[in-house]
């Protein structure tokens, strides 16, 4: 079968964007093909800088024909509905349509039409253009002349070539002809821009196309040229009684720099070693796209040589491109070896920092409380409605401080934490690499001799920041993590600024998920609508009501023009204040409630993606549970007794029951409010009622000493009783006082389980 060989050649592709384009290139091409009606064998997409490839293996020749009968009107219809299927059929006469019968509908006219097939070159030269056309690149350019005219080629380079083959592998493959903005396909490519000799590579198929390309000095593969780095990496570091310090992520980008990779070695002075490891690193890797090494056995020393990929073979063996990259690597470094020695030293605008210090508690000494301290007295603003960066610490240090003790953490340490975790925002390093806000937090702090775990909670209170993510151990992180994340999501709920279908650009939910994994993974148990409300009243102290009218007004009168009514301003702030004193209490209740809501969202997609079933977690979930450990507790206990002989026959009981129970309140039926004993005829009434009795007693008992296990084991008691009283007992006497008490009992049923979970919602 016939094999189709595509190649779109560019300037260079960004690094970033390669991957994703050329598995983009490949389900785009095939999609479309398939709805055209060709099937095919396999596929495979290559990319490197200046090319994205496809390699289609055992693509049909020929779509097939496809034959449809197209019903119509009766025989007996007007000329008018017979013409206009006519039109819509594509016949010129009746006398080309087949008349069928129907027994009830009597005669009538079918069309059978036959869409003949088409050749897989003509489908591939159709489809092509448009997919070239509106290939989604996430930045594309126009370029040369073409690119003034409306609706003209864009491509996220400029697009110099296309070569498009098609043919089986026993016969000479024809080019696909097609042509875009003046590009016309064919079956020509080009090697390395620097080490090709220029000329022009005739392609035939797939295997002679990455011969040639490896012949002039393009290593097709990306997958390859990956392991080809990291191999002379390794090697070269090992040669030198180094280790390479591995970087996925740097690897992944190298190899789209680069068509024919050969790897040098260059070095930086040994002072710099000063700096922090992850602080060179990162100096290296974000500038010059280069590796780290570090002494055989020391992880946490670094040396002072590095690893670079070039995209050329010098005649020098790579000395003074070695050497260039060094000079470049030190100036860098003497960036951030600046940075770091700044970052220890006194600000020089200390005199403006006192009123911080007395509010924040602290001790301009200190390097870091300097810092906390400008952070504070610059006003930086965490957002428009919310406020400050200083103002959110001060909110986050009252909550960490009433967390603590529900984690076992100190309240003193915690507090301190939660002041200094902002703190290194305004260092030299986090100003030039944001990435690394946090871990410069706990260097600094323990280079000013902070305890170990404020140290850590200032590193650790932005985790988790996804569903992999470390998960801090230590109670001061948790409490300072928690404050954290719950400062966040209480203050976009009170200003009304929530996730919106795909858009979450504040993170919302990634904060919602770091606040379940902290309390499950620690196994902490406390109810988080207390700590909601106090989160809302430190909101409340902030004024935010105010701050939301007075940003509300602004926007209003920026849109009016008025841009000059201060005054105006600040007297709708305070009408506005006045206005809430008595309705702020109201108002927090429902928006808390609604925040709880989604955390449930959250909690569910996470107890899913652990294995559990949806409606399991819906039949334990109910509105208002604000204990995240307790619901996953009783989700385990649920999974596990559904798993048993007694749990499915209970379920299947219980269901009945309910189904009963709704069938006879929508008839409106009378039930008793209360079972009467009484009333009992047969043995099995008594039983089930004395069996129901027992186990909500027991259910109960055993959910107050949160042991759902035991509570499950209550309820199978219940299994036997149940099947025994549905197969001797009719629910729907002819009495109505005895039809009412046994829907009664079967009420209690419902009712004793659903102290342990809603089985009604269990599907099975």
Request: hydrophobic share 40%; proline share 5%; glycine share 6%.
């Amino acid at each position: 079968m016939p094999d189709l060989l595509l190649e779109l050649r560019s300037e260079e592709i960004p690094a970033r964007m390669q991957r994703k384009a050329a598995g983009d290139l490949k389900k785009l091409v095939t999609d479309g093909l398939v709805e055209a009606g060709l099937t095919y064998e396999a596929a495979g997409d290559y990319w490197t800088p200046r090319r994205l490839t496809l390699d289609i293996r055992g693509l049909t020749a020929r779509s097939k024909d496809v034959h449809e009968e197209r019903k119509g009107p009766s025989v007996n219809a007007p000329e008018q509905a017979i013409a206009g299927f006519l039109r819509s059929a594509g016949l010129a006469d009746i006398s080309e349509a087949h008349i069928h019968t129907d027994p009830k509908k009597g005669d009538f006219y079918v069309a059978h039409l036959t869409k003949p097939g088409r050749g897989a070159e003509e489908i591939i030269a159709q489809l092509m253009p448009k997919i070239i056309r509106d290939f989604p690149w996430p930045k594309s350019m126009r370029w040369g002349a073409a690119s003034s005219r409306p609706g003209s080629l864009r491509w996220v380079r400029p697009l110099q070539s296309i070569l498009c083959t098609f043919g089986p592998e026993t016969e000479e493959p024809v080019v696909v002809d097609f042509e875009i903005d003046g590009l016309r396909a064919g079956n020509i490519t080009y090697g390395h821009r620097f080490l090709g000799d220029g000329q022009p590579i005739t392609v035939r198929r797939f295997d002679d196309y990455v011969a040639k390309l490896e012949k002039a000095k393009v290593i097709l593969d990306a997958d390859r040229r990956k392991e080809m780095i990291l191999s002379d990496a390794q090697n070269i570091a090992f040669a030198s009684g180094l280790e390479l310090v591995e970087d996925e992520g740097l690897l992944e980008e190298v190899s789209g720099l680069v068509e024919w990779p050969v790897v040098l070695m260059g070095e930086f002075e040994e002072e710099f070693l000063a700096i922090p490891p992850e602080v060179i690193r990162l100096t290296i890797k974000t500038n010059q796209k280069c590796f780290v090494t570090r002494k055989q056995g020391e992880a946490e020393r670094l040396s002072n040589k590095f690893i670079l990929v070039s995209n050329i073979e010098a005649t020098d063996r790579g000395r003074e491109i070695a050497h260039g990259n060094g000079k470049v690597v030190r100036a860098r470094l003497s960036d951030a070896l600046y940075f770091w020695n700044t970052d220890q030293h006194d600000l020089p605008d200390m005199h403006t920092l006192a009123a911080a210090a007395i509010k924040f508690d602290l001790d301009l000494k200190k390097p870091l409380d300097q810092r906390m301290a400008r952070l504070d007295s610059l006003n930086v603003t965490f957002h428009a409605k919310l406020g400050t960066q200083g103002e959110r610490v001060t909110r986050i240090r009252a909550l960490a401080r009433e967390i603590a003790p529900l984690v076992g953490a100190d309240p003193a340490l915690a507090m301190r934490a939660s002041v200094l975790a902002k703190a290194d925002l305004t260092t030299e390093i986090v100003g030039e690499f944001p990435e690394l806000q946090g871990g410069m937090g706990r260097k600094y702090a323990l280079l000013q001799k902070e305890y170990p775990s404020v140290a850590a909670a200032i590193e650790e209170h932005y985790k988790p920041q996804g569903p992999s993510d470390f998960v801090p151990n230590d109670p001061v992180s948790v409490a300072v993590a928690l404050a954290d994340k719950l400062d966040t999501l209480v203050g976009f709920w009170a200003i009304d600024e929530k996730p919106t279908g795909s858009k979450d650009p504040f993170a919302l939910r990634r904060a919602a998920l770091g606040v379940i994994r902290l309390l499950l993974s620690n196994e902490w148990k406390f109810e988080l609508l207390p700590i909601f409300q106090s989160a809302y009243a430190q909101l409340r102290e902030d004024k935010i009501e105010q701050r939301v009218e007075q940003y509300e007004e602004r926007q209003a009168a920026q849109q009016s023009g008025d841009v000059d009514g201060e005054e105006d301003v600040i007297n709708a702030v305070a009408s506005f204040e006045r206005r809430v004193r008595s309705q702020v209490t109201e108002r927090a209740k429902p928006v808390l409630h609604e925040l709880l809501g989604f955390i449930h969202e959250r909690l569910k997609v996470h107890l899913r993606d652990l294995g559990a079933r949806y409606d399991l977690i819906d039949a334990v979930l109910v509105e208002g549970a604000d204990n995240l450990l307790l619901i996953a507790r009783r989700v385990e206990a649920l999974v596990v007794f559904l798993n048993t002989e007694d749990g499915k026959n209970l379920l299947a009981g219980t269901k009945r029951a309910a189904n009963i129970l709704s069938a006879e309140e929508k008839k409106g039926t009378v039930i008793s409010d209360t079972v009467d004993p009484a009333l009992f005829s047969l043995a099995e009434e008594k039983q089930l009622h004395a069996a129901v009795n027992q186990a909500e007693n027991e259910a109960a008992q055993a959910i107050q000493n949160e042991d759902f296990s035991g509570a499950m084991i209550a309820l199978s008691a219940l299994r036997e009783p149940v099947d025994s009283f549905f197969e001797k007992v009719l629910v729907n006497d002819e009495n109505p006082d005895i039809r009412a008490n046994r829907l009664a009992l079967l009420s209690r049923i419902r009712t004793a389980t659903n102290t342990v979970a809603d089985f009604s919602k269990i599907v099975g």
